[in-house]
């Protein structure tokens, strides 16, 4: 069965509806073969802000929460057609929320389909304002859990322990090739969430549209990500220095400063390349800032940290890695 998760959405305005439904909508994320795989209840996704606000403004209930952003991830092992997928989604819609607004985005960038379910807050039927509780989110997943069985889908495996060890073990570059490694996926989430991307904040909310939780604060060390399936995993276990803590912090106080434009693709050197070239020129600016934070420390950047990253792009593109990469790589 798929799993049915509520994105935590704490900002509530007209403005984060419209962007929440920008993203979802993705022509790289919701297009293939030549179909677009984004419909709607009750609206039509082109224009779906539109006809949310008209609703809300004709019963005159434009405050308070805007909308509610729920994620339907699927089983690999179910092999689901887009099609397949995004009727599921919408089926859910109707049943579980018949008289208001709800775009239905099914994003295929990743190894496992899911959809994005943006409900507006205010029926265009009765005006009545809706309310979600812990007891309501269980009710959508019974409900979910009654139409994938009724499509014949599988039950998600539960999530397994997670190693102690740091280093990629070999299985895990095995799952690599055969593009089916939950790490491969968050690490592919994660520099999505960079690409658009300006503060911590940012950051945490792009992941957060993509099913993913992120434990990011001042008392700890390392941030933690929670992945759609369940599992855990820290920064330090990612095999690239560009997502430990003090780095992605690094990260955005330069983008601050230098005027970072979202959407940026990332860079063949990465991020954190990126930033450490042009490390001299930002520090100069800054000294003559009074208004923006002291620079941190240099980021960590070794040539055998950039091989790894180079063998880990490899393997989640599915190439192959030659004879010195994968040496390189193994000594992890």
Known sequence: ??????????????GVLGGVLKYVQQEKKTRASGLRFVTGHNC????AYTEMMTTKRRFKKTDGRQFYHFVQSFAETDALTPQEANAIGLELAQREFPDFEVVVATHLDTNHIHNHLVV????????????????DLLRHRQANDEICSAHGLSVLEQPEKRSKKKRMKPGEYQAGLRSDSWKLDLIHAINEALEYATDRESFISNMEYEGYQVTWTDSRKHITFICPNGRKCRDRSLHDETFLKENLEALFVYRQTVGFRPG???????????LAADWLRVGKYLEQSFDLPELPAPP????SKQHRREALKKL????????DTHSQSMSM
């Open 1 to 14: 069965m798929a799993t049915f998760t509520a994105i935590k959405n704490k900002k509530q305005t007209a």
């Open 44 to 47: 039509v996704p082109q224009s």
């Open 120 to 135: 507006s807050s205010v029926s265009c039927e009765t005006g009545r304002k809706l309310h979600q509780s812990a007891d």
């Open 264 to 274: 940026s693709m990332e860079p063949d050197e990465g991020w954190l390349g990126e």
């Open 300 to 303: 960590v950047w070794t040539d």
């Open 316 to 323: 989640a593109m599915g190439q192959k890695l030659t004879a």
